[in-house]
């Protein structure tokens, strides 16, 4: 792939001709990305195309500041716990929804406790699993009960649950099930909402066209919308995405890679910037033994040798590219909860294989490595590896494969990724590794104590201790190793003007045309 | 004749049977299609609530029974990913294909058979170098660079034409010629050597000797006995393009059947995938079928064998 983009890029590069934009003339802002949205109600898909095109459709009941991360009131006006399990929010009024109906507690309470149920076939359940139920006090409040004391359901209830209309979900078609039944298939239902924009037309795995709600209601911290029309289209191919915004047929890609972000840079009609995102990159592993107690892993002077065997800044910054970082510590920074300042380990392979002999294994070792994204990536760090001995028998699999991998105490050694699920709180990144699941490869009960108290504890100072704690260990014992977040470099029309957040995000309802 | 098709109809009825079981079992046993269908965040119990849904926890003989006695109800199943039925996915997707298929096919024969033609006619000179330059550079030459030479050209440079999507028909020029050049090798060469031969042959001899006009000799006499090779060679073209096109689907963001069947193995969609291969396996051997009868109606030698 990389050599097809350089080939494209270099016989592109000639091209000065300014092309004649369609976007702003028409008022048309296209968008298109390389991943079919599955289906845009995020509660039944978990991909950015689905949550982008969410944030601009829906509201939730509260609203996180893109730019200073801050809690603010959307459908809610207001909120406060009256206990630890209570939560009490005011709702606000006189908001419609793209059907003309009207907004109230009813919608609210049937929305949530629709995907919060237990055979909801919800996609992601932790963003829901914390209700137990929704009870309705009055048209403009209601009381969401929790399961146990949840000091992350503020964030659950931004942008990733939007509130859809009473009897939304009643329109799913039954399709057949396991074993001669039948399911609802609640995915297949076309989101109503009352954000900035509505849905006017939906192809799946094609395209989704979105249009001005001019009728969106005063005061919203998301503003009014101002493009009339946003249209997402899917085009597989990063070279043809590149040809397209070139010329003109696309306004905005992502994902561009490090050798034509360039060759777009110094185009006239573009704008190509670079931002971090919540995709962590880190090794896992073996430290509890869990592929067999005579595994290297298992001893804490090889995992540190792994940790100072791989230079992870000539990783993130030569080959990752622009807006990626080192990962410090075992979450993403913007995440509530993640302490950095945790013990480092330099790039030194000296120090490497000083470690490895001193752990019995003077000339190094053979291990299984598992990967399945990013190939180069895992070169990388199999070529730092074999630097100071430890000879990593390389396979790159689908996740599909890879997963029950995992699951089976078969991986000592596994490079992996995880964006959180875009949640920004520590019990989303830390505590889904480390908290005794099959994913956990450390088993640390100390750990494990720290971080359940500290996702069920209310007081957030109280909590960044626990976390702190925690990852603290986890870098002490050099359990997981941390190595870069990604970053991703945006290419977009000139005359477009939004901003470009941290978050993995792109905030389209704030667009402009220039 | 009509013993020939019943076995020859018996024979493809095997070997689809044959092909969507050994789909179904690689689908299954290359990994979890419920990790890939929850998707990367999923917990555990995320995952086991998606293998109870799908019914992945019975055992592979009774999933695929499911399947056939759904197929049998003439019901393909439901896309678990796009969330639609596959019959409608695979009638959104079929049209594209075919459409590319057949218009690359066309482009590759008026291209081809007179190029094979004309070297035949006078080899070893300039223009049985041409056309043999022309046929090395499109074995050499990958598709997808091509199909970007192309789209460069056309599309960003000059302009003419739309670089992707289905919106109109020129959306299908630049995927047809980089499809249809592809196969043009193989044709250009075997129309040349099968009219060498012809035209050497006693028959045509004979014609010419009769002082019949040189180009009824050669479309007439000579054509019709070298082109029986290339039909048959173009069915399996033909089969090729309709399930090997995944390339230039995907360099054009044309939703055709091999960029869904290249989609849909990534996300364990393993009902389009069985459909796809179902839709496939019966189009070749129907392709191969049609070839042969073809074959049959030109040598009548093939007829009464």
Known sequence: MIERSTVLAAAMSVLAAGPAFAGKDTDTFTWTTSTEMDTPDIYYGNQREALITSYAMCDSLVHRDPVTNEYQPLLATSWKWTDDKTLELELREGVKFHDGTDFDAEDVAYTLNHVAAPDSDMK????????????????????IHAKGPTPAALEYLTGTSPIFPSGHYESAPEVPGANNSTRRDWGAVVPVCTGPYKVTDYQPGQSLTLERNDNYWEGSPKGKPSIGKIVYRTIKDPETQIAELMTGGVDWIWGVPPENAEMLGSMDNLTVVSAPTMRMSFLSLDAAGRTGAGNPMTDVRVRKAVAHAIDREAISKSLVGEGSAVQKSMCVPVQFGCETDVTQYEYDPAKAKALLAEAGYPDGFEIDFFAYRD??????????????????????????????????????????TFGSNGILDVS??????????????ARDDEVRAWLDEGDSTTDPDARKGLY?????????????????????????NKDLDYPVTPDEMAHFYLAKWK | M???????????????????IVAFMLVHLSGDPAAAMAGEGATDADIAAVRETYGFNRPLYAQYLDWVAKLLQGDFGRSYYLRMDVGDVLAEHMPITATLGALALGFALLLSVPLGVFAALWPNTMIDRFSLWLAVAGQALPSFLFALGLMYLFGVYLRWLPISGTGSWQNYIMPAIALGYYATPAIMRLTRSGMMDVLQSDHVRTARAYGLSPWRVIIKHSLRHAIIPVVSLAAVQLGFMLGGSIVIETIFSLKGIGYLAWESIQRADIEIIQAILLVIATAYALLTLVADLLNAALDPRIRVS
């Open chain 1, 124 to 143: 992601i359940r932790v963003i829901v699993d914390w209700i137990d139920n929704v009870e309705v006090v009055s048209p403009t409040k209601v009381v």
């Open chain 1, 375 to 416: 190939r180069a990536y895992s070169e990388a760090v199999l070529n730092y590896l074999r630097e100071v001995g430890i000879k990593a028998n390389f396979q790159f699999l689908q996740w599909r494969a890879l997963r029950p991998l995992i699951a089976e105490d078969k991986t000592p050694m596994a490079h992996l």
């Open chain 1, 428 to 441: 989303a990144s830390t505590s889904y590794y480390f908290k005794g699941s099959s994913d956990d490869y």
């Open chain 1, 468 to 492: 702190s704690k925690a990852l603290k260990k986890i870098a002490d014992e050099a359990y997981y190793l941390p190595l870069f977040v990604y970053g991703r470099t945006y290419a977009f």
């Open chain 2, 2 to 20: 009509a013993a020939f098709i019943t076995k020859r109809l018996a024979l493809t009825v095997l070997v689809i049977i044959v092909t969507s």
